[in-house]
């Protein structure tokens, strides 16, 4: 199947601002590697299109058209994870996130509040926190490059093995005062696809912890699903007459 070049340089910006948000259109340019000329009629078509937003400085960053259409879309982590985090909430308690990364943040996928009673945490979808903030992100930036990681927590490098190494991250406060947070990798075909966690309460700190082994089965679970459901798709093109 044939592609198109232009089509693949605006893709090329949208991916370029999801890692480096707030670019001008030479930075663009080059990260392209086409002239400047070039590069601005892509990020004009984006920008009228309302994919790219245009700040004050004259830096672009993702626009919310990209948010409009992402809404009809089933995250893979969302798809795969079927009553896989249905059965975790059930057996834990306990709220159940699905998270991505998304430039130097992490997302919230999608969430299941916790039936603990009427103390619980609820985590709205579409929550922005910073990767370093919640272990969510950790266990994210503890299977990044090295230098994505050591632009996050150069003081923590060894931190970050360390949870590699575990296959688990736990900390305290990311979704606000006095929450506790257990998360867990999914890795699928040696790629970081999201994290899966659970949030509570901190006077429940002991009982999160004590949810790791289900927890971690849960990501193995959501992962061979995901592969699955790759090896199952056709390639783009197959079939075409």
Do not use: W
């Not at 949208?14 to 002239?35: F, I, R, Y």
């Not at 245009?54 to 879309?73: A, D, Y």
């Not at 893979?76 to 994870?81: A, D, H, I, M, V």
Request: neutral net charge.
């Amino acid at each position: 199947m044939e592609t198109s070049q232009t089509a693949d340089y605006a893709l090329r910006v949208l991916l370029e601002l999801g890692e480096h948000d707030g670019q001008t259109v030479a930075q663009l340019s080059k990260a392209l590697d086409v002239s400047r000329s070039v590069g601005q009629r892509i990020v004009a078509t984006l920008h009228g299109r309302a994919f790219i937003v245009r700040s004050p400085g004259g830096r672009f960053r993702l626009g919310p058209k990209l948010l409009q259409v992402s809404r009809n879309i089933p995250h893979e982590l969302e798809y795969s994870s079927g009553g896989f985090l249905r059965e975790l909430t059930t057996l834990t308690g306990e709220t159940v996130i699905l998270a991505s990364a998304v430039g130097p943040d992490t997302v919230v996928v999608s969430s299941r509040s916790g039936t603990n009673g009427p103390l619980h945490i609820d985590v709205p979808p579409g929550l922005r926190v910073p990767l370093q903030k919640d272990a969510a992100g950790m266990v994210l930036l503890a299977h990044s490059p090295y230098s994505s990681a050591q632009e996050a927590l150069p003081s923590q490098i060894k931190t970050l093995e360390d949870v590699k190494l575990a296959g688990f991250a736990f900390s305290t406060g990311g979704y606000g005062p006095g929450t506790v947070t257990l998360a867990s990798p999914v890795i699928a075909a040696e790629r970081v696809a999201g994290s899966i966690a659970i949030v509570a309460p901190d006077c429940r700190a002991d009982a999160v912890l004590s949810h790791k082994g289900i927890l971690l089965e849960t990501s193995s679970k959501v992962a061979a699903s995901i592969l699955a459901s790759q090896a199952a798709q056709p390639e783009i093109g197959q079939g075409d007459g």
